[in-house]
Every structure is written in structure tokens, then in C-alpha cells.
């Protein structure tokens, strides 16, 4: 397959075409979604020196080997997909022995030239120094914006963009005071600036932040802490559907719910009345349903929705097969364009921090799921 691209506006474009014409040949797919525990698909073997070869390093056993399984296939289907035939893709486990550093070392030494993975922080972390010794470029999926530069790029869904998309359109409908409740830990520190930054960006009024640090009891304090503490228009619950189930009834009544990115990948969030109402910002899900689509017939299994990570990173790859001559090093400059990308997860693009930014939608949870009531932008 000939990628001829010939002008920005068709390089901009080119991932949405494969995204959006391939995927839309099986249709739309609702409804539960069970999850992918298979085994990993064999790597494709090596057959001559007539392709270039891109590894892939995430968890295929242990507690994440199952994502990291829907990962990998899904990275494998975007290359049938597309027919590219100067790729090939190869498998490393980033929890076997010596882990993922072991894995990016055994995966240059095979010739490998462009790294997609690892999946965890920590693993990232782990392999970023080997690859940037030989030159090779990482594009992780991780969502953790520490580990991104100097040669990692970061496909993960970061906190910091699906807050503040939700606070600015909390704020186009008129809400002007906030609150929220955070966890402890990373993410939630993270959750708490950035809403923050946001709140303060768009002109809004913080009220309190509360912590609390994951279990019922502090939890519920914390929901109190932030009920005593005045009144607010909206509400942040930065944390998982399932802890912000939790939250939503101590609070008081009227302030609107908002949540996070990780609200995202739960497709029974519609199940709590305690959270219908609440609004949050995440990826658009109409590509990534055709992608289960394919992605059940060529597997017979449903992925991990972290699976369209591996296919559009992948298709990065074969979008810059037109400039990586066999052999040689990826064409890295390729990664970072103004004009961004469109893949299963929407539009995206790389600032020069290595971090991903994406154009998301809001949706409100209703009886029925979640609904998109602002739809994610089509263009930078």
C-alpha cells in the first residue's frame, strides 16, 4: 500500500482516514463489554531485512497481562488494516525477567528502531535509558507526564486535559464556584492541580479541595469537610466511577458533578443514580466501537478500552513509513506536528514536551450511559 501524502491538510488526516474508513466496513457495537484474558497473538517472525521493525513492550502475564495483551494485538491489527508491509511488529513482555528494561535492551538488539510501550510508569522509566543510548524513540502509554521528553513521548490519557475540558464547560454553562475532592497519592495530587490551574484559568472561584485517602470512612469525612466549607456550583470527584459513586450521595445536593478521564473506560457508569447527572471529559468512543468490531473477529475476544493506545500509536508508525528507510533510525521529527493526528481515540498531537494532546468531548451520565453533550473539536 502506497501512503502518498501531498500536502499538511492530508498528513493531518491521514489516521482518521484509516480510523474512520477501515473501521467504519463492521459498524457500531454497544452494550456490555467483556474483557480480553487471551493469550497474545505470536510476533511476526522475521522473514529478510525488507522491513523495519517496531517493538512493542507491555505486561503479557501477571496482573496487567491481559491490557497489555489487548494492547499488543490491537498495535498488530493496525497494521493488517493497513496493508503496510515495511513494518513489522514484535512483542516483549515488560513483566518477564529483568522486566522492562531487560525487554527494550533484547528488543534493540533485535534491530528494532521504534519502541511503542512500555504500558506503566515505573517500566518506562526502566527502559527510556536503553533506548535513548541507541537513539530509539519511545512512544509510552503511560498517562504519567513525568516520564515524557527526551526522547518518550506519552500516548496516555492525562488528567490535567479531561479536568480542564469539563471546568471550562462547567464554566460556559454558567458555574463559577468549585469544589473538590481529591485522593492522596499521584494521581490524585495530580487531579488537584490540575483542576486548580483550570478553575483559576477560566476565572472560577475554589471554594475547598478536600484529600481523603480511599476508603469509605475517610472518604465520607472528607465529603463533609467540603459540605461545611460554603457553597458551590460544581464539584470534582477526582477519581475512579467507582469511588466517586461513593462521594456523590454525602455530598450535598445541587452542585453538579464533575469526574475525570478514568470515568471514561467504565461502560456501566449509567448503573449508579448516584453519579447520573455528573458530567465528565474523555476520548470519543464512535471509532473505538468499530474497533471492538474488528478487533472481535480477528481475536475473538473484546479488548481493554487502553487497546486503541496500541493500534494509534501504531498507525504513527505507519504514517512515517514513507520517510524511515529500511535500516534506519525513526524519523522522529515526524512525531511532532502542529496539525495533530486522528486515530480511534480522536485528535491528537504532541507538543514538544512529548505529552499528547487530545481533543475530548464532555459527556453527562444519564439512565441510558453516558452521553456526549459537547462534542470534541475536529481541528487544533
Known amino acids: 500500500m502506497a501512503l502518498k501524502q501531498t500536502s499538511r491538510q492530508a498528513r493531518r488526516t491521514f489516521l482518521v482516514g484509516i480510523a474512520a474508513g477501515i473501521l467504519a466496513l463492521a459498524g457500531c457495537q454497544t452494550g456490555p463489554r467483556p474483557v480480553d484474558t487471551g ?3 505470536p510476533i511476526y517472525p522475521p522473514t529478510g531485512l525488507n522491513y523495519n521493525g517496531v517493538a512493542v513492550i507491555v505486561p503479557l502475564t501477571g496482573p496487567d497481562g491481559p491490557v497489555g495483551t489487548s494492547i499488543s494485538n490491537a498495535a498488530k491489527l493496525a497494521l493488517l488494516d493497513t496493508g503496510e508491509q515495511s513494518i513489522r511488529v514484535n512483542v516483549y513482555d515488560s513483566a518477564g525477567a529483568g522486566g522492562a528494561g531487560a525487554a527494550a535492551e533484547r528488543a534493540i538488539a533485535a534491530g528494532n528502531r521504534l519502541i511503542l510501550g512500555p504500558l506503566l510508569a515505573e517500566d518506562v522509566r526502566a527502559a527510556a535509558p536503553v533506548a535513548r543510548r541507541a537513539g530509539v524513540p519511545i512512544i509510552a502509554f503511560s498517562n504519567d507526564e513525568s516520564v515524557a521528553g527526551n526522547g ?5 490519557f492525562t488528567p490535567d486535559q479531561s479536568i ?12 463559577k464556584s468549585f469544589g473538590a475532592l481529591v485522593p492522596t497519592g499521584l494521581y490524585g495530587q495530580r487531579s488537584g492541580q490540575a483542576f486548580l490551574s483550570a478553575v483559576q484559568k477560566s476565572g472560577g472561584k475554589l471554594v475547598s479541595m478536600e484529600t481523603y485517602d480511599r476508603t469509605q470512612a475517610s472518604l465520607t469525612a472528607a465529603a463533609r469537610r467540603l459540605n461545611s466549607k460554603g457553597d458551590f456550583d460544581a464539584v470534582l470527584i477526582g477519581d475512579a466511577s467507582r469511588m466517586a459513586a461513593l462521594a456523590s450521595p454525602v455530598i450535598k445536593v445541587g452542585p453538579r458533578r464533575l469526574g475525570t478521564e478514568l470515568w471514561g473506560t467504565d461502560r456501566s457508569i449509567n448503573r449508579s443514580t448516584a453519579l447520573r447527572g455528573a458530567w465528565f471529559a474523555a476520548a470519543p468512543d464512535a471509532q473505538f466501537d468499530k474497533l471492538v468490531v474488528r478487533y472481535r473477529a480477528r481475536y475473538g475476544k473484546t479488548p481493554y478500552r487502553l487497546a486503541s493506545l496500541g493500534y494509534d500509536s501504531a498507525l504513527l508508525a505507519v504514517r512515517s513509513a514513507k520517510n524511515w528507510p529500511v535500516g534506519g533510525q525513526f524519523p522522529t521529527r515526524s512525531l511532532v506536528d502542529s496539525d495533530g493526528y486522528a486515530g480511534v481515540d480522536g485528535n491528537f498531537r504532541f507538543g514538544r514536551d512529548g505529552i499528547a494532546e487530545r481533543l475530548l468531548e464532555v459527556r453527562e451520565v444519564t439512565q441510558a450511559g453516558a452521553t456526549s453533550i459537547s462534542p470534541a473539536a475536529t481541528a487544533f
Request: charged fraction near 20%; glycine fraction near 16%.
Open 164 to 175: 480542564g475540558r469539563v471546568v471550562s464547560f462547567a464554566r460556559s454553562r454558567g458555574m
Open 152 to 156: 518518550v513521548y506519552i500516548m496516555g
Open 39 to 41: 493469550p497474545v497473538e
